[in-house]
């Protein structure tokens, strides 16, 4: 019996509203067959990074060699290295009837929704309380300038007027709920 192909899911939203740590809780029901896609990269490896399994360490040729060849779903520089999603892995994992994950920032979901069939995928973005709970959020970091802090905020208040273009709109008001809504989306559209 032929495996039936994976969903692509497309997880996004703005910069600190908790994209990551609802992900990790999503992955962890072993019932969504989920695979989080890695991410390819011109960056050096950092210590305990494995080739592989954090990323797909490049060269800058080979990286342009795969936006040349369509071969990444979205791709951004940033800090001088480029980091991209490569079509062939998400596409191997998917053919292996695994559910891939992408968490990626808005504009590299705009990407994805532009070369990806609407039938083929699920997009879904998770939103903040309100702009001040997001605020809260990315200053409770502590690791940004205020200028850096206002140049983000600044960039999610333009990516929350986005949210008409994608399937699912979410709320992370409490973690553990915004991941059971969208372990429940995942479920209903893999019944389709």
Do not use: C, W
Request: charged letters at 35%; aromatic letters at 6%; zero cysteines.
């Amino acid at each position: 019996m032929e495996n039936k192909k994976g969903l692509l899911i497309i997880l996004s939203g703005p910069s600190g509203v908790g994209k990551g740590t609802v992900r990790k809780i999503v992955m962890r029901d072993k019932s969504l067959n989920l695979v989080y896609s890695i991410s390819m990269t011109t960056r050096l490896p950092r210590e305990k990074e494995v080739e592989g399994k954090d990323y797909f360490f490049v060269s800058k040729e080979v990286f342009d060699e795969n936006i040349k060849n369509n071969n990444l779903l979205e791709y951004a520089e940033f800090v001088g290295n480029k980091y991209g999603t490569p079509r062939d892995y998400v596409e191997r994992l998917r053919n292996e009837g695994k559910n891939v994950i992408l968490e990626i920032e808005v504009n590299g979901a705009q990407q994805v929704l532009s070369k990806t069939d609407k039938d083929d995928r699920i997009s879904i973005f998770l939103v903040p309380p309100s702009i001040e709970e997001l605020e809260s959020r990315i200053r409770h970091r502590r690791s940004e300038e205020e200028d850096i802090i206002q140049q983000r905020l600044n960039k999610a208040k333009r990516e929350m007027s986005l949210t008409d273009q994608y399937d699912y709109v979410v709320l992370n008001d409490k973690v553990g709920r915004a991941a059971g809504e969208i372990k429940s989306i995942i479920r209903k559209n893999l019944k389709k």
